[in-house]
């Protein structure tokens, strides 16, 4: 889908019929969910630092047990606030090390992502609990759940995550367990995590830019470029109509929503960046 997507996208500037990055262009080892996947849940409190405060709220996990054996390691994934996805509990580098270690691998959606929703509304009021502080005393709570659910002491324990779950797992292994947890983790493992917190930082995109002519070639440079020039342009002339026919949105495009042409051209900018990640 997510090449559908970028082909339409390069449309507005070539009627060429080869794909992006056509050289490597390659069919990924299709996906099979495994059969000992379980969905569980913990509450972990809704204040964790506010003794007076003894409300609880329920929170969601996805526990792979394929290759777990007594006593064997667990493997805590933090989800990195993209498209849900059990996938990376279920194969990748973390989970070829659980399988050689008899290890189990879980994850959980960070607070008011998806299906766990910390208040019932997300307002101004209710956002003060959403905190990365708040977030990593979930994972200690989860890691918690999971002793007492397996009856195990897991003789190792191992935080892991990429982009936003990386620099998680960076502060949970930095401060959270060195000094309030120790007895809880014994390693961490980031990868791509984000140390530089800046506004309107692009080198992002000059990353990107760098890795579509190293991975793919100037002229696929050239077309992406010439690509989000058409589309700025046709944005800037009103043309939504045609916007939505061309890319099949699901409702009209408002090219006179600054919030709604962000968001458009940003995931644009998140399918290239996918796309470049699985293919390079």
Request: net charge negative; aromatic share 14%; proline share 3%.
């Amino acid at each position: 889908m997510k090449l559908i997507v970028i082909c339409a996208l390069i449309a507005f500037a070539s009627t060429a019929e080869d794909k992006l990055f056509s050289e490597k262009n390659y069919e990924r080892p299709e996906w099979v969910p495994s059969l000992n996947l379980f969905n569980g849940s913990f509450s972990p409190k809704l204040d964790h630092f506010n003794p007076q405060d003894t409300r609880t709220v329920n929170f969601n996990y996805r526990l792979n047990l394929e290759y777990y054996e007594a006593n064997g390691p667990l493997f805590v994934y933090i989800n990195d606030g993209e498209q849900y996805t059990t996938e990376w509990i279920e194969r990748g580098l973390i989970v070829d090390i659980a399988r050689d270690l008899g290890g189990a691998v879980i994850t959980s959606d960070h607070r008011y992502f998806r299906l766990n929703t910390a208040t019932e509304t997300s307002s101004f009021e209710n956002l003060r609990f959403l905190t990365v502080d708040q977030a990593l005393a979930d994972i200690a709570a989860l890691i918690a759940t999971l002793r007492e659910h397996l009856a195990s002491d897991f003789p190792k324990v191992i935080v892991w995550g990429t982009g936003y779950g990386a620099t998680l797992v960076h502060y949970f292994n930095a401060t959270f367990a060195r000094k309030k947890y120790p007895h809880l983790i014994d390693g961490a493992f980031a990868s791509s995590g984000l140390f530089r917190a800046e506004v309107e930082d692009e080198s992002y995109y000059d990353n990107l830019s760098y890795n579509l002519r190293r991975h793919g070639s100037n002229e696929c440079h050239a077309r992406v470029k010439n690509a989000f020039d058409v589309l700025e342009y046709l944005i800037e002339n009103g043309e939504a109509d045609y916007l939505t026919e061309r890319l099949q949105l699901c409702k009209p495009l408002e090219v006179d929503n600054d919030q709604e042409v962000g968001f458009l051209v940003e995931r644009f900018i998140d399918y290239i960046s996918a796309y470049i990640k699985q293919h390079k």
